[in-house]
């Protein structure tokens, strides 16, 4: 019950083309974090979404938290080859914002 | 300010040995955690410090410890090292307070061999 998860777990995309992947909790969550990774770096954080059917954009990335807060997705609008990397969805847990699970991540090639 | 530092970057060990991990938040920052990353598992919570106590303990065997210095300074120890130990240590950071409570200031981690 307390995992995510996340899918699809590896999508390869023309650049140019969108992209979305999706974070799904058996239980409804308090808050939902998202990070990106690059090849051969640590996760940086992105955002959090804490409100029911919230959404934010930062420039082509539109994230948005389920109505019952048990799902939550990431969008990418027009894909460049900078956007190559790991995206991971993480969930607090055991009362802490330093305990975070995280979801399996979806990696995400772009063909230039 | 400077990032989340940690130290060394690279280890080889050998099964059975132990071996300690050194992670500097960001200054100000009093919360640290440490995680697992494989390439099977993922990234996984090991333990969350907070004003050196433990608050946190993830799902790992007692051979994984850690501690905090009153400077935030954090360590993490693994004995008796096991192949499946070898992974990729990442310390993060966070204020605990502010506009985004609990985001995560990852170091780049520590990658860890055990041959």
């Known amino acids: 019950g307390q995992q995510v998860m996340q899918i699809p777990q590896y999508q390869h995309v023309q650049e140019g083309e969108d992209f979305t992947t999706y974070c799904n909790s058996s239980?409804?969550?308090?808050?939902i974090q998202w990070y990106k990774q690059r090849p051969g770096g640590h996760p940086v954080f992105l955002i959090q979404?804490?409100?029911?059917?919230e959404v934010k954009k930062q420039k082509r990335l539109t994230f948005q938290f389920g109505e019952a807060k048990k799902n939550s997705s990431l969008h990418i609008t027009a894909t460049q080859t900078t956007d190559v990397g790991t995206y991971f969805c993480?969930?607090?847990?055991?009362?802490?914002?330093?305990?975070?699970?995280f979801g399996k991540g979806t990696k995400l090639s772009v063909k230039p | 300010k400077a990032g989340v530092t940690q130290t060394p970057r690279y280890l080889i060990k050998t099964r059975g040995q132990q071996v300690t991990l050194s992670c500097s938040p960001i200054s100000g920052h009093r919360s640290v955690s440490w995680y697992q990353q494989t390439p099977g598992q993922g990234l996984q919570f090991l333990f969350e410090y907070f004003s050196e106590t433990q608050r946190n303990k993830g799902n790992f065997p007692g051979r994984f410890s850690g501690r905090q210095f009153s400077n935030s300074r954090s360590e993490m120890n693994v004995s008796t090292l096991e192949l499946g130990d070898s992974a990729l240590y990442l310390c993060?950071?966070?204020?605990?307070?502010?506009?985004?409570?609990?985001?995560?200031?990852f170091g780049p981690g520590t990658r860890l061999t055990v041959t």
């Open positions: 979404l804490v409100k029911s059917g």
């Open positions: 993480a969930r607090s847990y055991g009362g802490s914002q330093g305990n975070l699970i």
């Open positions: 993060a950071s966070s204020e605990l307070q502010g506009p985004v409570r609990g985001e995560q200031y």
């Open positions: 239980t409804t969550l308090s808050n």
